[in-house]
């Protein structure tokens, strides 16, 4: 028998809300940047494209300064990286190791998790873009338009490509999430028009290109950032679809086994 | 002692008991995992539950926890429903899991302090760590701990959090003997700090040493519940074992026993009687082998043990 220490005398309850959630996006955001292949996607990948074809004539990006074509569907793409393919492949090695499963017993409530994940989302967002920005700069980039219409777009791309990552981790097993988050990954890169404009498509592939969270992102922040345009309704319209379809369905499917 | 302050969340102290289960069912699919199970857990105790595999231990326990919805019956846990009332009920349990619940790449100490802010009054997280020989892992990930360290780990994360009742399944699973003493040493102090144990485990010395009740599952259901020295007693006769010459005529060593005893050539050469065994039948024994010219070596009395009660409860053929 052992004598009583008083160590593991009951005394249980959850921590507040705002420790909890504020705890989980710091560790999720650790456990991110941590994680050598997630910082290849989010941050080599998207700076090294930056670089490479700014510096190097490889792809026709029209009229102008190519770093200005290219700094707007950088960004695009940082999100993606971050929101879709990084968000998708962490969450589904999540669950697929019980880690979802062991947060569901504890305190933390189920929203408090996903808005935790939201967090450190956009802090890791914030990073990339920081980054992106000064590299940008640095290579003769002379942005235009107003920033609100650019944090708008951010937000509801960030929106839409999480509901589409939550749904692919929450449905299918993790290796195949690894495999269909870096193919879509790629597939977006080249045909959404992050580095290679739309226009260089045959017309009819265009019009079904340009309905791609992807393309309505890139061409929605290029044509604020590199022409100075208004309210980039469409685009956002797009967007706000996809968030709305991809949220939604994450939300029915999601399964946290 | 600590005293509890009165800003405290309200507790329910002790009344109803721990774990109530009724008439418990859950399939999946063409599958019935729990078939109509009651258990009764009480306060302040160790419970183990044994049972073969695909008895429907984890069904059981993960129902009780929340994370599955009982297709028949009713589940309370420390007079809460687990799936309706999770919110309330979550801070006032720990749970180990079989098996994973951690990033793949947090370290020991990392997980852990982050277990113990998602609690009002957890444990000292440095205690913990020392008390389970964490210390060792140092910044390793969790991908590259041992099994043992691993285990080890998520038990830590269940106790944390000071809670009322937790549950440990399979919590010694491929541990070495060290850490197996020092993770029973846990729960023992566990239950003398008034913290309600309820465990899964395939190790019947575990059961034995720990539990103040067993309950005995298999297809299903609860086939036996009690204490060990109650299960071991119930029905159960004692055992000598002995070696000798081969091929003995036992016939005649039956005439000299008195009735309901039993005598078998369990392999060549080895002897097992039951019935009950005292010095009156030892030396019937004895005696019969000295008039057949045989030593019988290595006799010995064995006490019926929790294994042998278990494999006559639950078959000892082995499962699929």
Known sequence: MSATTGVFTPKPGAAPLPRMIRAQALLET?????NGEQLLLTVVIPTLLLVLFSAVDIVDTGKGKSVDFLAPGILALAVMSTAFTGQAIATGFERRYGVLKRLGASPLPRWALMTAKTCSVLVTEVLQIVLLTVVAFALGWSPHGNPVWVVL???LGTAAFSGLGLLMAGT???EATLAAANLVFLLLLVGGGVIVPLEKFPGAVQSVLQLLPISALSDGLRDVLQHGAGLPLADLGILA???VLGLGAAAKFFRWE | MRSTSPGDAPRTHGREPAVEVTGLVKRYGPKTAVNGLDLTVARGGITAVLG??????TTTVETCEGYRRADAGTVRVLGLDPVADAAALRPRIGVMLQSGGVYAGARAEEMLRH???LHAHPVDVDLLIERLGLDSCGRTSYRRLSGGQQQRLALAMAVVGRPELVFLDEPTAGLDPQARHATWDLVRELRADGVSVVLTTHFMDEAEQLADDVAIIDGGRVIAQGSPETLCKGGAEN?????????????SLLKALPPHCAAVELTSGAYRVTGTIDPQLLATVTSWCAQNGVMPDRIAVERHTLEDVFLELTGKELRA
Do not use: I
Not at chain 2, 239 to 251: E, H, M, V
């Open chain 1, 172 to 174: 299918l097993k993790a």
């Open chain 1, 30 to 34: 650790k456990m991110l940047l941590r």
């Open chain 1, 153 to 155: 777009l951010l937000v």
């Open chain 2, 239 to 251: 055992t000598l074992r002995f070696t000798g010459r081969p091929g003995l005529d036992l016939a």
């Open chain 2, 115 to 117: 277990t113990a802010s």
């Open chain 2, 52 to 57: 073969p595999n695909g008895a429907g231990k």
């Open chain 1, 241 to 243: 679809v996809w968030t």
